[in-house]
T-cell receptor, first 113, second 114 residues
């Protein structure tokens, strides 16, 4: 059974810092990995998706990497801003062909002005 | 991407009653999913709802408790039946089936059962 863990569970940083969020999964047979952000009272916003054959994806200040063999992904946020404050979730597609996502436990990020 | 709306956005219900949650998408999609997020927990997949076929439930979730309808390619409902306080959660629908393999989520329905 696929299990996804995120470290740290919570993170508080001052504005401007670069930071790294970690995601690990137990079964390397994944189809892809997706990073989301969740704002209080709102749904999930898709940030980046990395296919299993890819090593990284970039969007603006965000860079996600994937090491499938070791079961790890990182989300790098450059020059953090207070608007980045949210809960960040990683999710793996379990390679069943039906796009079933298994979600991590989340990292709650607070960026202070 | 897709724009997804859910109704209601939140509700407070009595134990033993049922609530139907609606999910509407602004474009036709093949795959729709229902997730549950219990307080302080991450998301867990309840079932996959594809148009024209019966919903497929994940382990631990049964049709009698969470009946799902998918009458067309833009709409689905999830009913939470015979509710107990343990059903207090956020329920989210999502859509997939895109060539990008991304999934897009609705804003969620926050349910409190008293």
């Amino acid at each position: 059974k696929q299990e996804v863990t995120q470290i740290p569970a919570a993170l508080s940083v001052p504005e401007g810092e670069n930071l790294v969020l970690n995601c690990s999964f137990t079964d390397s047979a994944i189809y892809n990995l997706q990073w989301f952000r969740q704002d209080p009272g709102k749904g999930l916003t898709s940030l980046l998706l990395i296919q299993s054959s890819q090593r990284e994806q970039t969007s603006g200040r965000l860079n996600a990497s994937l090491d499938k063999s070791s079961g790890r992904s990182t989300l790098y946020i450059a020059a953090s801003q207070p608007g980045d404050s949210a809960t960040y979730l990683c999710a793996v597609d379990t390679n069943t062909g039906f796009q079933k996502l298994v979600f991590g436990t989340g990292t709650r990020l607070l960026v202070s002005p | 991407s897709a724009v997804i709306s859910q109704k209601p956005s939140r509700d407070i219900c009595q134990r033993g009653t049922s609530l139907t949650i609606q999910c509407q998408v602004d474009s036709q999609v093949t795959m729709m999913f229902w997730y549950r997020q219990q307080p302080g927990q991450s998301l867990t997949l309840i079932a996959t709802a594809n148009q024209g076929s019966e919903a497929t439930y994940e382990s631990g979730f049964v049709i009698d408790k969470f009946p799902i309808s998918r009458p067309n390619l833009t709409f689905s409902t999830l009913t939470v039946s015979n509710m107990s306080p343990e059903d207090s959660s956020i329920y989210l629908c999502s859509v997939g089936g895109y060539s990008s393999y991304e999934q897009y989520f609705g804003p969620g329905t926050r349910l409190t059962v008293t």
